[in-house]
């Protein structure tokens, strides 16, 4: 990475409250960064409260037409961060699905079309591939449930409003992301928590396979994709390229904790539309960004681990941990 690129930049980034924006914008602000966090007005921000402080704070919405050119009027960005997308927590319909992903993301284009941007930055899905193992850029898209279909929309949207009013963009797909405040409904914080109170973790018969990978390192490629030269006009896969069960996954973290809990596959049936094989490419992010992985499972297993442990003992586990894990 550039060494001080990001000291007073602008940076406006939408889904700043969420897991993976909160990560970004705790980095971008440790860098220097100008940022400016988008958020609708009930949105929770327990994530970047220890950074609040040295946020500038936007109200808005994505269909608040309004508040959104307000916000990029306010901000005058020199880049943005499309991270705001419905289906990361569940309980979405189809029709917010395409609503958001799909359409908020194109009001958000129309919102700083003119503006001068140097980067246009859309996260994406891995699930936009659909199933497969070793899949690359290059690969014929072929997304199996609304969500991956409407970030694919977002996706398609992007290059074709950016092409048509010449705004640079970048399009990052995450894998199997885990690390500190991931939803503790999820496999790996559910697991862990489960874990810490000795009880058995209720699972499905773990089979699939799925690329997991450290949000340190995400947001590493999310930084490279925004500063780096040659990533303008090009989508790049952040991922390890090495598939690992979910049931495999289950035992090194109950063995990490050296707990005392179950493992219990087959408590959970799959998916009706389980993916079971996915696994990523990262040979381009490699060549071209010459981003890679700085963790290794272990180590990224152990940090989470860390982190959750001490959100424990503050009894902050929250309303989720009553929900059944669906891995």
């Known amino acids: 990475m550039q060494v001080g690129y990001w000291a007073g930049r602008r940076v406006f980034v939408t889904g700043a409250s969420g897991f993976l924006g909160s990560h970004l914008v705790r980095r971008l602000v440790g860098l220097g960064g100008h940022v400016f966090a988008f958020l609708r007005p009930a949105s929770e921000t327990q994530r970047i409260a220890d950074v609040i402080d040295r ?55 129309r919102a700083c079309a003119g503006s001068g941007l140097l980067r246009f930055v859309y996260a994406g899905s891995c699930f936009e591939y659909g199933e497969g193992s070793d899949l690359a850029e290059s690969q014929p898209l072929a997304p199996t449930s609304v ?73 590493d490629g ?32 109950l063995d990490l904790l050296d707990s005392r809990s179950r493992p219990v596959f087959g408590a959970l049936p799959y998916r009706a539309d389980e993916m079971f094989r996915q696994s990523g490419d990262n040979r381009l992010a490699r060549s071209v960004l010459g981003w890679a992985a700085r963790y290794s499972l272990l180590e990224g297993l152990r940090l989470t681990i860390e982190w959750y442990k001490g959100i424990a003992c503050l009894g902050e586990q929250g309303g989720e941990m009553v929900r059944p894990c669906r891995e």
């Open 55 to 109: 946020v500038t704070l936007v109200e808005g919405d994505l269909f608040d037409v309004k508040s959104l050119e307000r916000g990029v009027a306010v901000a005058r960005p020199e880049l943005v961060y499309h991270l705001a997308a419905a289906g990361v927590a569940p309980d979405c319909d189809d029709e917010q699905l395409v609503r958001v992903n799909a359409m908020g993301t194109l009001q958000l284009l």
């Open 147 to 219: 969500y991956a279909a409407s970030k694919l929309a977002g996706h398609a949207i992007t290059q074709a409003f950016c092409h048509r009013h010449s705004l640079p963009w970048v399009s990052l797909r995450p894998f199997t992301v885990y690390g500190p405040w991931e939803r503790t409904s999820r496999l790996i914080p559910h697991t862990i928590f489960r874990g810490l109170k000795g009880e058995d973790v209720l699972v499905t018969p773990g089979e699939q396979e799925r690329d997991y990978i450290f949000v340190d390192d995400v947001i």
């Open 222 to 253: 999310f930084l490279l994709g925004g500063e780096h030269p040659a990533a303008i006009g090009r989508t790049f896969n952040l991922c390890t390229g090495q598939p690992v069960k979910v049931r495999d996954i289950v035992c090194q973290v």
